[in-house]
């Protein structure tokens, strides 16, 4: 059991660096697509993924179509504020590819466009904030996905 765990241009270090230690404890592999607000060689991105790092199966592509073209035909599920159905109303697959867009803009206009069917949000229940930590939001809906998976025993 593991996901693909997918960031669109991550602009955040840290945010990075703990969403690879998530993906190594949730059994996942980390997708990286460039470009990053960041050095992959940062300082803080290895503080937050702490000497896990070297374990964690990461894939980095230069853009996103180069992301597209090497996953072609995968099964892909997008994360946005946009987003109009719940995450918990995911048909959750081993193997799944769950994307997410950079913290400061999210997932790219054009993305949101051509995935409206695969569009799902994590609600927010107070009017004070517009989105979640993307690290936060990372491991609600990967954790959601465990759990969804081991009740239906695959």
């Not at 969403?19 to 960041?38: A, E, T, W």
């Not at 230069?62 to 109009?84: A, M, Q």
């Not at 867009?101 to 999210?106: I, Q």
Request: net charge positive.
């Amino acid at each position: 059991m593991g996901f693909n765990i997918v960031l669109f241009e991550p602009e955040i270090p840290t945010n990075t660096g703990n969403i690879g230690r998530l993906s190594l404890g949730s059994g996942s592999n980390l997708h990286l697509v460039k470009p990053f607000g960041f050095e992959i060689d940062d300082k803080r991105l290895k503080r937050a993924g702490l000497d896990y790092w070297k374990h964690i199966t990461v894939h980095i592509y230069e853009s996103i179509d180069e992301f597209y073209s090497k996953n072609r035909g995968k099964n892909f599920v997008y994360f946005s504020s946009h987003g109009t159905k719940d995450y918990c109303e995911i048909d959750f697959k081993d193997d799944m590819f769950l994307i997410f867009g950079k913290e400061s803009t999210g997932l790219p206009k054009r993305v949101i466009s051509e995935n409206q069917n695969l569009l799902y949000n994590i609600p927010i229940y107070s009017p004070h904030i517009r989105s979640l930590n993307l690290a936060n939001a990372v491991g609600i809906v990967v954790y959601e996905g465990i759990r969804n998976l081991k009740a239906r025993n695959i």
